[in-house]
Each structure stands twice: as C-alpha cells, then as structure tokens.
C-alpha cells in the first residue's frame, strides 16, 4: 500500500495516518474543507515530532512528512491503493463518505472503515465492490495502542482480509481478525465486564477499588474495569451498553447506577467524577 488516504482527521484519522506514514507510504489527509485539512496536517505532523522526540522514528523527520500532504473532498482519494475512512459515528455520513470514496478509486483500491459500532456489512450495502471493503478498528490514542481488529463483512473477499493483515503488520501491530457482529471481540467483552463491575458496586459487593484490585492483582488486567469506565466516560459506556442491549440481549442493560450518575453529571473523568475523584 504505497499510496493511502484517510479521510477525516480528528483523533483517531491522525493517529491512522500517523501509523501509515511510518510504513512508509505517502498519506494523503481528507477534510470537508482546506483549513480542516491544514488542521488534520498539523495534527499528524506533531505525532511524527512526537515520535521522533521519543527516538521510535527511524527515518528523518523531513523524510516522513514529505509524504504526507491534506487534500478536500473524496476526489483526493484518487490513484489511492488504500483509503481509511475516519469521520464522526454517524452511519448516514459514512455511507455517503464511503460512496464517494468508491467512485473515485480504482477497482483494485481497498476501503477500510475505523468504525467503533456499526456494521461492517451494513455499510458495504451502499458499495459496488463490498469485497473490497473490510473494517479497520485501531484504538486510542493510536500510537500506543497494539492491537488493530479486522473486521470482516460478509462480502468482504480473504484477499481483502490477507491485504489488512499485511498492513497491520506492516504498522508494527497486531492484527485480530473478528466476524462482523455488534461490540466486534474489544467492546463486546471490555463492556461487559466494566457493567457486571457496575452491578457489583450497586450490590455493595465491594468498593470500587477493591473491585478494580480484583482484576489489576488477582488477573493481571493493566487497569481495573470501573477504573477504565471512568476514562472512557459513562455516557459514552451507557450509549455503547443500551445499543449491545438492543441487539445482543438483556445481558448488556445498562445498570440504575450507571444511569443515575450520567443524569448526575457524574461521567468519569471528564467531568471530575465518577467512580473516583479525578
Ligand atoms: N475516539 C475513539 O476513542 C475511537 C476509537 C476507535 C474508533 N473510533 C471511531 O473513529 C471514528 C472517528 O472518531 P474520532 O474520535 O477520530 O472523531 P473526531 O471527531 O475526532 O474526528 C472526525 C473527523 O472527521 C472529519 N469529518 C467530518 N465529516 C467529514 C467529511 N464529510 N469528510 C471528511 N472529513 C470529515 C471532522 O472534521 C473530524 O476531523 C468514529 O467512527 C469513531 O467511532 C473512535
């Protein structure tokens, strides 16, 4: 994949194009609008100076970002061999952004998607060639993170999966492969437990602390699952929960306590509050 584009650059399609660059394509930025586009150029810029700071960069600097350019409109996603689409959750905008995209690429071109929820073959409805269409769910902040989940559609072609394979390894990371179903393998588990920890501070099993130690010493996790629920925000765990709950069953209902502290306020550490004080 000499050639990539990914198309918006916010928090996660800087990270990407970060990743990409370091494999040694040229990277081309998408944004709705020029002083988007800069912004997004910017945003990866300060990762490449990140990286270098913290001596990861094998290559000069001028080198990498020499390969890195920002362009409008699905239009600069032409001549790519590779196009990450990045843009907010909103699956109206994907399908219009992805059919864009396809229209402009040649046949041979891949289309990944870095969505966190929706399905992956729900998105390749609106697509002429959905074999070529996969999902590529990196994690923030994308630098730090080693796992990317690959996740395969219905029609999506075992060239296509060989293809993400080799890209993700090419990132230095490493690949799952997951079939397309709601929660992928990350959030499906990663939820489920943090709402079963949830239930067990409403129970007054233990304190949210000792709950956390149970995972952290006794399992090894990096950081307990209340803990990490504070991070990631309650309001954006519940949205995840009620929709996991809305198709995969009563097994992810969101529990009363973590309903009554997002009508609090009480989102983690965002809001300075949660299930400790930040
Ligand atoms: N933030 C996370 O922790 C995380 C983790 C994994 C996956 N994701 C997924 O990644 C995707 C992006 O999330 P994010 O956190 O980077 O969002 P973000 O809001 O930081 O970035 C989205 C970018 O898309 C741009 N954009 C909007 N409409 C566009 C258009 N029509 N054409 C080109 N660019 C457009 C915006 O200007 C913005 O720069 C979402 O699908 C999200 O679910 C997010």
């Known amino acids: 994949m000499q050639s990539c584009a990914v198309v918006g650059s ?30 997004g150029r910017e945003r990866v810029a300060a990762l490449v100076n990140d990286s270098a700071v913290r001596e990861t960069l094998t290559q000069a600097v001028s080198e990498v970002l020499a ?66 269409f996969i999902g590529l769910h990196f994690f923030n902040p994308v630098p730090a993170s080693a796992l990317v989940e690959i996740v395969v ?23 799952i492969v997951v079939r397309d179903s709601p929660g992928f393998a990350s959030s499906r588990l990663g939820v489920l437990l943090g709402l079963e920890a949830i239930r067990m501070v409403e129970e007054g099993v233990a304190s949210p602390a000792d709950i956390d130690a149970a995972m952290t010493l006794g399992y090894k996790h990096p950081m307990g699952p209340l803990r990490l629920t504070d991070l990631v925000g309650l309001d954006v765990r519940l949205g995840v929960a009620e929709y996991l709950a809305a198709v995969l069953g009563d097994r992810f209902s969101p529990p009363q306590l973590m309903r009554d502290m997002v009508a609090r306020g009480e989102l983690g550490k965002k809001s300075g509050r949660g299930f400790y004080d930040w």
Do not use: F, Y
């Open 153 to 175: 559609g219905v029609q999506t072609s075992n060239a296509s999966v060989d293809a993400a394979r080799a890209v993700v390894d090419s990132m230095g990371k490493t690949a």
């Open 10 to 39: 916010g928090r996660m399609g800087a990270g990407i194009a970060h990743a990409l660059l370091l494999t040694g394509a040229s990277v081309t930025v998408i944004e709705a609008t020029q002083e988007l586009g800069e912004a």
């Open 67 to 132: 390969r890195l350019t920002c362009g409008v409109g699905a239009q600069a996603a032409a001549g790519s061999d590779l196009v990450v689409e990045a843009v907010p959750e909103d699956p109206a905008l994907k399908v219009s952004v992805l059919a864009d995209i396809e229209a402009v690429v040649d046949q041979t071109c891949m289309i990944a998607t870095n969505t966190s929820s929706i399905s992956v073959t729900e998105l390749a409805a609106a697509l002429d060639r959905p074999e070529r």
